[in-house]
């Protein structure tokens, strides 16, 4: 892909869509999209695509995630089409748009999860990149399924307080805790390029994380990244992962309980939202295929706070994908009403 646009179309040849500005609708008024964008029902239309997958029958603790996609759409009205940080400019070179929600079956998770990855399958044979909204985090391995028919074996970065990597929950081999064990076997990841960040809390053992290290998992738990940039750790990914299909799945958990209380299982001394913005910034480059945010859980949170942060992570999980411009910044005079050049 390249920086260049071609009239009012994405490098791609699809027509390129805006989002609805807060000064011609104001933002509490409108049909509730992602973004404020268009709701297109067809993914041959565009180059990336939001999906909301509304379930939660895969949690073994607090239910009504299945409402996480209609309050982060909700809360994602106040985000405006420019990064001011990076200078990113999606709208300017990719055809993005929201795809609405997978119709999930509320009553049988194995159905639910057929459904999801039929549905991302079609997705992806349109040449849609998917952005899903979650949701429990059973969906992440029906979308793998979908991307390893697509991609084959992907590389993973995963944020998040808990691997996901149990054999079993209550005896059952299909809930959110189990999907990076069942994407291992049935070899729809790459081991050797699987990071897992921000890890920790209680475990059932003291060998919860050794089954990933034991599998080639890069395993880094969140008493490394206290108190520190996490600019170096996204340099040294960069350059593992370079080349390859890359998928990002990010639960909200990750997160300090302090920054996003609405989730249902929160653990304490988690990433702050700085380390999660230098985590998605750091993936630019990256050849990234799809991402998911999930675990939003709006009873938990009624000011909304979590699913306008889970909604801000996902514009700049758009930002740093393939094809993106980046606008040129005027550069800053040495010094400017007495600040240093870094201060400017």
Known sequence: MTDTIHGN??????RLNQPISGNEIPRFAGITTMLRLPHVEDPKQLDVGFIGVPLDIGTANKSGTRYGPRQIRAESAMIRACNQATRAAPYE????????DVATNPY????????????????????????????????????LRAMAKKHGPVAVIHVDAHADSNDHMFHEKLNHGVMFRRAMEERLIDPNFLVQIGLRGTGYTHNDFDWGRSQGFWIVPVE??????????????RMKFDGKPVYVSFDIDSLDPAFAPGTGAIEPGGLTIIQALEIIRGMKGLNIVGCDLVEVLPFCDPSGNT???AANLLFEMLCILPGVKYNKSIEPSSCRDGLPTDWI
Do not use: K, Y
């Open 307 to 309: 699913a306008g942060i």
């Open 9 to 14: 179309n994405s490098i791609s040849g699809r």
């Open 224 to 237: 490394r990244c206290w108190h520190r940039s996490l600019g170096p750790l996204l340099d040294e990914i």
């Open 93 to 100: 070179s990719l055809a993005v748009g929201d795809l609405g």
């Open 108 to 143: 049988s998770l194995e159905r639910a999860v057929d459904g999801i990855e039929e549905h991302f399958s079609r997705i992806l044979d349109a040449d849609c990149i998917p952005l899903a909204m979650g949701g429990d985090h059973t969906l992440t391995l029906p979308i």
